[in-house]
């Protein structure tokens, strides 16, 4: 983290100063109203410092995916009252990102208001990192802030290309999100353990690459360990499997056994004959009595079990990715068993938890964990590209 700059450099009193503060205002919304404001909540300690020490603070995000085109259905205007709401602070909605309204606008605020930019997907400029619509953009701020983690992994004009251009820093949310996952696979402690898990080997050859040189344990669920079990010889039945990646998936078991790394597949495992809740066919058996009908949906209880005791032996814990069906009852009760076990030994000071990814969060908060991990990342895509050990342009800008 030294080579960060943080909020902490930046002087006590920033009155006359203008923030360009690139945020997470991609909110999820139903019938025109946002559904979930964590990432407004994220952002809040970084946007308040900034206002507190007299900055006038202009948030630069995104919103849909409009292609570089003006969307009525995409403007940022849509998240002004939640952003508000959030704050506790009237902000002032600006339609533009750069040009005469902008410097008007500025002109307009106040030493610790805040205005909200447009979406800046609405040129083209900002996805192709356009070096004219990032100086377009730098022209009106003094330095530069960003709390996007979220949006680390593209190299775009408002998370890369302004780096370049004015002193940067990183906010508290993206400062507290790099700090977590230095100490998950940076400089961790050890040994460290990693859960995999989801539908498909094709969609985390990457991160599965990555981990088996970098981790003591690799636990593998989902549908993924039925093409790991496959490549072993076992007969999954009618299971979600890629059989045709069995030569990958052999690979990245030799790669880990010359690591010193040991991948832990279940033994146990629920199955039906069919995916739905509760179903009549439901058992658990062993991974060699799976019948050609049946298909595996969940880690069976000894395996959970199994994995809990190899969970209380290390100090680390990346988990990404759910061990069964989980949105599905009962095939939730081995993530909900073993995210119980690493919140228990997180909460007793044994083991350092860091998760992160879309359906990962899912799990945890079905599981009544989500808070008592030591660190949750919402990020999606940059925390996966994170596991795959890639250098994520909004980061690797924040160096200089």
């Known amino acids: 983290m030294s080579s960060f700059k943080t909020l902490d450099d930046l002087p006590a009193d920033l009155t006359g100063q203008v923030a360009l503060v690139r945020v997470d205002l991609n909110l999820p919304m139903k019938d025109g109203a946002a559904t979930d404001v964590t990432r407004v909540e994220a952002a809040k300690p970084t946007i308040l410092e900034l206002t507190d020490k007299g900055a006038k603070v202009l948030l630069l995000a995104h919103f849909g995916r409009p292609k570089g085109q003006r969307n009525s259905t995409m403007t940022t205007s849509f998240v002004q009252g939640d952003v508000d709401a959030v704050l506790g602070k009237e902000i002032m909605f600006i339609p533009e990102v750069m040009g005469p309204v902008v410097e008007q606008s500025i002109g307009i605020l106040r030493a610790g208001d805040i205005g909200l930019l447009e979406n800046v997907r609405f040129w083209p400029g900002e996805e192709s990192n356009d070096p004219d619509f990032a100086k377009g953009i730098a022209a009106h701020g003094d330095f530069y802030v960003n709390d996007a983690f979220s949006a680390a992994h593209r190299a775009h004009a408002s998370t890369e290309g302004l780096a370049r251009l004015l002193p940067a820093y990183a906010g508290r949310a993206m400062e507290e999100e790099l700090k977590a996952l230095d100490a998950a696979l940076g400089a961790p402690e050890q040994p460290v353990a990693a859960v995999v898990g989801g539908a498909k080997v094709s969609s985390k050859l990457d991160v599965l690459t990555n981990l088996v040189g970098k981790v003591q344990h690799l636990i593998i669920g989902g549908g993924m360990a039925n093409t790991f079990l496959a490549a072993k010889g076992v007969d999954v039945g009618k299971s979600l499997c890629e059989h045709d990646l069995t030569d990958t998936a052999n690979r990245i078991m030799d790669e880990a056994d010359h690591a010193g790394c040991t991948v832990h597949l279940p033994y146990d495992v629920v199955v039906a004959k069919e ?5 009549d066919s439901l058992r658990t058996c062993n991974v060699h009595e799976v019948a050609s009908d049946e298909m595996i949906l969940d880690v069976g209880p000894q395996a959970v079990e199994a994995l809990g005791d190899v969970l209380k032996t290390c100090r680390t814990l990346v988990w990404n990715g759910p061990l069964g069906a989980f949105e599905t009852e009962p095939f939730d009760a081995a993530t909900v068993a073993l995210a ?39 990020a999606g895509g940059a925390f996966l590209e994170w596991m795959e050990g890639k250098d994520l342009p909004g980061v690797a800008a924040l160096r200089g």
């Open 275 to 279: 995916f739905a809740a509760n179903p």
């Open 340 to 378: 119980r076990t690493a919140a228990a030994l997180t909460e007793s000071g044994s083991l350092i938890s860091v998760a992160g990814g879309g359906d990962t969060v899912a799990a945890l908060a079905h599981a009544g964990v989500k808070e008592d991990f030591t660190f949750v990342s919402a």
